[in-house]
């Protein structure tokens, strides 16, 4: 019988990086594209490194504050070990955004006419490994008694699609508002930002899959975070935004009601019961999603 080609081979990055925490609170940090490393077996999907670098290859300097607000709360964190353009962990696998065949203008020759064998092996080396990680974490922190809360940090691109994006950082979130909602609050506190309530992307949207995925069902509660790439594009805009992250947190991660399952008694509000500008989509018409 013969198998598949390996996509990666054994001297490559694995398909994450694990961060193990030793803090008294289950925290779980995740980062969907932290990376912008391609297999060497795809040759950098055809496409210039220059390319890779920009911010369709990756959330510029997303992983660098996910790594540093893990580090600072004794969290877990996964952060991709491979580019979003290889295959997005925050896609569903029969979405199209999953292996992009062009992004934000950009054509992306390796993934043109891709094959169901070629996307099964990014999907079995990549993206289940990916996934299973932070299931297994979610699984190790739950019990009878306590849940994790779970974070997802991402940046985004300060112009796209020839709209400028004027707001910092933006809070996403769907029908949990435990944890989004007081870090607006206490995010706008400064009055020097602008923080945007589910833009420039929406927790609503489908394709914001990992939270969708992994934290929702559970009642877990959670919220993600989007930070505009140049404010973290070196280390400097890194520590400072991972400062003022942590710094709005960490009284919110102190409080024991965020460490439990969402009920209907916990008071999460539908759709309807929500203000006009809280049902509308961040995501805009044409724009790869979070």
């Given at each position: 019988m013969q198998h598949a080609p390996l996509l990666l081979a054994d001297d490559e990055a694995p398909a994450c990086e694990l961060i193990e925490g030793s803090g008294s609170r289950p925290i779980i940090f995740v980062c969907d594209h932290a990376s912008n490393r391609v297999p060497r077996s795809l040759d950098r999907l055809g496409l210039a490194d220059h390319h890779l670098e920009d911010h369709i290859g990756w959330d510029i300097g997303a992983a660098a504050v996910a790594r540093?607000?893990?580090?600072?709360?004794?969290?877990?964190?996964?952060?991709?070990?491979?580019?979003r353009l290889v295959v997005d962990l925050n896609r569903a696998l029969h979405d199209a955004g999953a292996f992009p065949e062009i992004s934000d203008g950009v054509l992306v020759p390796g993934n043109i006419g891709l094959g169901m064998q070629a996307r099964g092996a990014r999907a079995r080396e990549i993206y289940h490994p990916y996934h299973r990680t932070v299931r297994q974490l979610i699984d190790a922190d739950t019990t009878a008694e306590q849940t994790p809360v779970f974070i997802a940090i991402h940046s985004f691109t300060p112009r796209s699609n020839g709209v400028e994006?004027?707001?910092?950082?933006?809070?996403?979130?769907?029908?949990?508002?435990?944890?989004?909602?007081p870090l607006m609050r206490a995010l706008r506190a400064g009055r020097d930002i602008v923080v945007a309530d589910n833009e420039p992307y929406s927790g609503r949207?489908?394709?914001?899959?990992?939270?969708?995925?992994?934290?929702?069902?559970?009642?877990?509660?959670?919220?993600?975070?989007?930070?505009?790439?140049?404010?973290?594009r070196d280390e400097i805009g890194?520590?400072?935004?991972?400062?003022?992250?942590?710094?709005?947190?960490?009284?919110?991660?102190?409080?024991?009601?965020?460490?439990?399952?969402?009920?209907?008694?916990?008071?999460?509000?539908?759709?309807?019961?929500?203000?006009?500008?809280r049902r509308r989509t961040g995501l805009l018409a044409g724009e790869p999603g979070a």
């Open positions: 540093r607000l893990a580090r600072w709360f004794g969290a877990n964190a996964v952060l991709a070990g491979y580019s994006r004027p707001c910092h950082i933006g809070v996403l979130w769907d029908t949990d508002p435990r944890l989004p909602l949207h489908p394709a914001d899959f990992t939270i969708d995925h992994h934290a929702e069902p559970l009642g877990i509660a959670h919220t993600g975070i989007e930070i505009r790439q140049d404010l973290v890194q520590e400072r935004w991972a400062s003022r992250l942590a710094d709005a947190l960490r009284p919110l991660l102190e409080q024991d009601a965020l460490y439990t399952r969402l009920t209907a008694a916990a008071g999460a509000p539908s759709d309807r019961q929500l203000p006009v500008e």
